[in-house]
């Protein structure tokens, strides 16, 4: 990694230091709780039994047989669960249950609570259920045609074009300027279509959940989650409960990457749990986790681009069709609004189409819809960079956009770091290292947009000195550490002074999901409002023990000081006295705040990578690996790397070998990792970082999101430098290995 720059850190104590992970021996002791760790006494275990049919009426079901098992307490089906009012709600637990119709391949159609998960297993196959066949699609562009099978019908928004089957839900059109003006000033135009397989989040941890429901109408639930209060939501809605009386209480998670935002299982638990008036414990197996849950869109994407000799791109327009599963979701129209992000465009058009298929419901993976859209762009403009034989960066930077472009999707941009990260990939020695026989550089940029939202943090000062933070955001990219960092500095305190938790959604105000690198953002500005409120009432604390007025005290290093000429000589109050005195000048001291975060700020960084491509196998070696990203201000950076680096093994394993594979009969070929194959350490260099500071403008440090941003490049990147490897342009992910000698064969 190249050295930050120090000079930023200089003025801080605490910020930008590699700090020890708080949560670091609690997960290499085992005495983290996940999900499945959970227990509670009288427990039952659940288990779903899921269709094997990619689409059919569900004409009966009989549990007649299952429900005289010995020890099964409870079987639910979609007759168990009230009216819905909230159309995405009920979506949300028709992708739970399946209700008149099975709408993709693993769609649960009842589920059984019992004494154990033998008594379970066994009692779902002694559940009958007669179905229907009906005829199905899994391909996006099959499943625009007119004569496609329909999913839902009366679903398509008054906005969608004609001439399209009803599958076509939603559309979206972003962009400005003349295209056809644009077009005529170029001096090379290519139009192409680039694929992109559906793939899977790869966290190591199944979902999971414990559900607690009292015939009160009172709910306890522990799960696996990015986003409990969002849990709680929908939970309720579901229920027919009042929010106040489900708590939600969030487990450790093992990876999520946007995959544990929503629910999948949650609902059952809680009706099991109703029907047994007893715990129950729910645990997807992977098999379910791979059919079940929600794996990324795939897409079809058209893009047409032209440029000038000398680089400049004149126009540029792409066709997005994103098939999000067996309901609707908006994923198409980030897509839509990231495409072009990158670039400084005159004329841009970016069109979205977001399509229903007999597939589950589609969930983020990090930046959830910028990687494919992005991957067609990139991949084009380095092919116009071959055909007029121009360098990849020079063009990228003579394009790219800036503080005050208008972006593509409507915004005009303020401070971004864009330009600066190219600037480093030009500088650095990857981007002038000789290759060897077929071997290929390829270079692309990406982008996010970042998101703010609710936030509530709570922020106590104990009688010792020392200080807890409370937040509502579930910890999946070192949170806790960063947050504790800000409060420490805020404070005036060491870092180990300071520990923060993960609080239930009874035991502090509303917070979004964690998701679209919001977290470090909101949640640190929240705190840091918090913390200068409590900084603000113990500068009263001290003004009342020396019996001054407020404006007479200032804090300084952990110490209230008498500041100004009328203030008097008085020695300084530490943090640790102004705490033990606070009984008797007022009671306990803390500060909370509250926050819809804005300013949040856009983020880009930049990807290269060297490959090696086997003529003779088609197998990729991926040789050398160099981020290039700005952080804002990188907090921790050991975490900045971490987010950088597990981005780009994510996007390799998406570019090569990564995908939902659906058979003939619309069923999921490979729901597991023997058959879906991640990279694995052996597969990978090690990949190098480097951290720009670009502070964004809309935090009091800096802080810009980093975790969305390193999934996106790596697609393009690796395309482009396979393409340049083996002279052939590939437009489908993954470019697994039968692919690439296709290619070859055919170049």
Known sequence: MAPLDSSLDSKYNVIGKRVPRPDGIDKVTGRAQYGADFYAPNMLFAKVLRASLPHARIKSIDISAAEKLSGVKAIVTSTDFNNISVDADRDVLENCIAHDRVLYDGHGVAAVAATSNSVAKAALKLIKVEYEKL???????????????????????????????????????????????????????????????????????????????????????????????????????????????????????GGGFGGKTT??????????????????????????????????????????IGMTKDGTITAAETKIRYQGGAFHNGTVEMGAQSAFAAYDLKAVRSQGWNVLTNRPLQAAYRAPGAPQAIYAVESLIDELC???????????????????????????????????????????PHYKAPLGKNQGRGLSCGFWFNFGGDTSVTLNVNFDGTIGVIEGNPDIGGSRASISQMAAEEMGVSYDKVRTIIADTNSLGHNEITDGSRVTFAVGLATIKAARSAIKEMCGRAAKIWGIDEDAVRWENGSAIPAGSNAGEYDPLSIEEIAGMSSQTGGPISGHHEVNAEGAGVSFGVHLVDVEVDPETGATKVLRYTIFQDAGKAIHPSYVEGQMQGGAVQGIGWAL????????DGKLQNPAFLDYRIPVASDLPMIDTVILEIPNPGHPYGVRGVGETPIVPPLAA??????????????????????ILEGIKNR
């Open 135 to 253: 005829p199905f699609v899994t391909d996006v562009d099959e499943a625009m045609k007119l004569d496609a099978p329909i999913i839902h019908k009366g679903r398509v928004l008054e906005n969608v074009p004609k001439g399209f089957s009803e599958n076509v839900t939603s559309f979206c059109e972003f962009g400005h300027g003349d295209l056809d003006s644009g077009f005529a000033k170029s001096d090379k135009i290519i139009e192409r279509t680039f694929k992109t397989a559906a793939t899977h989040q790869g966290y190591i941890e199944p979902h999971a959940c414990l559900a607690i429901m009292g015939s009160d109408g009172k709910a306890d639930l522990w799960c696996c989650t990015q986003g409990h209060y969002h849990v709680r939501g929908i939970c309720a809605e579901i229920m027919g409960m009042e929010t106040s009386q489900l708590r939600v209480i969030p487990s450790e998670i």
């Open 263 to 304: 629910v999948f299982i949650e609902p059952i638990a809680l009706a099991l749990s109703l029907k047994s008036g007893q715990p129950v414990k729910l645990v997807m197996t992977r098999e379910e986790v791979f059919k079940a849950s929600g794996p990324t869109v795939s897409s079809s994407i058209d893009v047409k």
């Open 386 to 428: 071959q055909e007029l034989t121009l360098d990849p960066l020079e063009v990228r930077l003579l394009n790219a956009a800036k503080k005050g472009t208008r972006s593509s999707y409507g915004p005009t941009f303020d401070e971004i770091g864009l330009e600066a990260t190219l600037n480093a990939v030009k500088e650095h």
């Open 657 to 664: 070998n990564e995908e939902y594979i659906y058979g003939e």
């Open 718 to 739: 690796i395309g482009n430098a396979v393409s340049r490897s083996t002279n052939h342009r590939f437009t489908e992910l993954p470019m697994s290995p039968p692919k």
